[in-house]
């Protein structure tokens, strides 16, 4: 017979360790975590870790509002160690071109119950001194907006996951989904099948080669991201607000002891496989970062340079995820295609996922998300044309 379990969870990121722990939590039955890496190892762990809420969909503002709800009251709402949130404020500024775009949002999200403000320029200045405002024409404001670590939330739900029974199978490659007659039959390792009724593929940028290996197509495609971190001496100013500029594309967020992490959007660069995306930055991306940073906020273009990491946005064509059971495949069900969203969406799309697992009605209805939304031709709007800012 082999190794069997009632559910299997594919990807041990913050998806993966998120799922298992809450399907834990349902009493799913027999649950296998298996990845090929270690918790955190794959596009978990080059993530930027922002809170904000700040969409253009109801579906994905009323899960990030829930998962930045779980991230800040962790201890309550988790019980097993932290999240390492920090509250910063979120501000998003906008060109001339975007603003009409962005004061309808804040209304639209108001109206969703966040706590949420256009800012004009002088309240921009107010919140964030460094900053430039040229070419800005207002902002949104989130005040309970900042940062969170990654590692912290995925560690945690790991070992709550495995204290209340769910089975780990770490280094353990997952070489195919295994169907049989349109249902899913488990899946198959470099280690020998998981026979199992309920598959959940979590498994990031790997995501969309795993789906095809059960005859499921999943339009993502991968664009590659550097993230930077630079350190501002302690006698010179420092940013206190994260921050997403539309006019320079630079994000920036603080951290501990005076660094700072950066992005700036630079020309993309695609790739078939995740496995081709180096974990390393260019030597190019430290000029384009001060190019921004001049731009933007230039106290700081002259800040200490400590390197950084790459990754890759795995994104649908809609820029916004794909959630639900897989059509044509019985017992499938696919989180995947984050585009830059994922790290306050993991959190309740735990809650989401299992509720589905275990036959409960969700809090909040992820049907917009699901797969064959693109065949039906009912791609998500994009407030500010595509991109992470979905």
Not at 270 to 279: F, G, L, T, W
Not at 300 to 307: E, I, K, V
Request: proline content about 5%; aromatic content about 8%.
């Amino acid at each position: 017979m082999g190794e069997a379990a009632d559910v299997v969870v594919i990807g041990a990121g913050l998806f993966g360790t998120s799922i298992a722990f809450q399907l834990a939590r349902r009493g799913a039955g027999s649950v296998v975590l298996v990845d090929r890496g270690q918790v955190c190892e794959g596009d978990s762990g080059v993530s930027f870790s922002m809170v904000r809420r700040h969409y253009s969909n109801e579906v994905v503002a009323r899960l990030a509002m829930r998962g930045v709800d779980i991230i800040r009251d962790w201890s309550t709402e988790i019980g097993t160690g932290d999240s390492g949130y920090v509250r910063t404020g979120y501000l998003l500024t906008a060109t001339p071109d975007h603003e009409d775009a962005l004061r309808e949002n804040v209304q639209r999200l108001k109206s969703w119950g966040l706590e949420t403000s256009v800012v004009e320029k002088d309240e921009i200045a107010a919140l964030e001194p460094l900053l430039t405002l040229d070419g800005i024409a207002a902002g949104a404001w989130e005040p309970d907006g900042g940062f969170a670590d990654t590692y912290r939330m995925a560690l945690s739900w790991f070992a709550g996951a495995v204290g209340a029974g769910v089975r780990p199978a770490l280094g353990r490659r997952v070489t195919a989904i295994l169907v049989e007659g349109g249902r899913v039959r488990g899946v198959d390792t470099d280690a020998g099948p998981i026979h199992a009724e309920t598959v959940i593929l979590a498994a990031g940028s790997w995501g969309a080669e795993l789906g095809r290996t059960a005859g499921i197509e999943i339009p993502i495609a991968l664009r590659r991201l550097e993230v930077a971190f630079v350190d501002q001496p302690a006698d010179r100013p420092r940013v206190r607000v994260t921050f997403s500029d539309m006019a320079s594309n630079l994000v920036m967020r603080p951290d501990r002891a005076g660094v700072a992490w950066v992005v700036t959007y630079q020309p993309e660069v695609r790739y078939e496989r995740r496995d081709d995306c180096a974990r390393e930055i260019g030597p190019e991306y430290e000029d384009g970062i001060r190019r921004a940073l001049r731009e933007r906020i230039p106290s700081y273009a002259d800040a200490g340079w400590l390197g950084g990491f790459a990754g890759a946005y795995d994104y649908t064509p809609d820029w916004n995820p794909i959630v639900g059971w897989a059509p044509h495949v019985e017992g499938v069900y696919l989180a995947l295609g984050w585009s830059g969203h994922g790290f306050k969406l993991a959190p309740s799309v735990g809650e989401v996922v299992a509720d589905e697992i275990t036959g409960r009605s969700p809090a909040i209805d992820v049907s917009p998300l699901a797969l064959d939304r693109f065949e039906r031709g009912r791609g998500l709007r994009l407030a500010y044309g595509p991109g992470a800012r979905a």
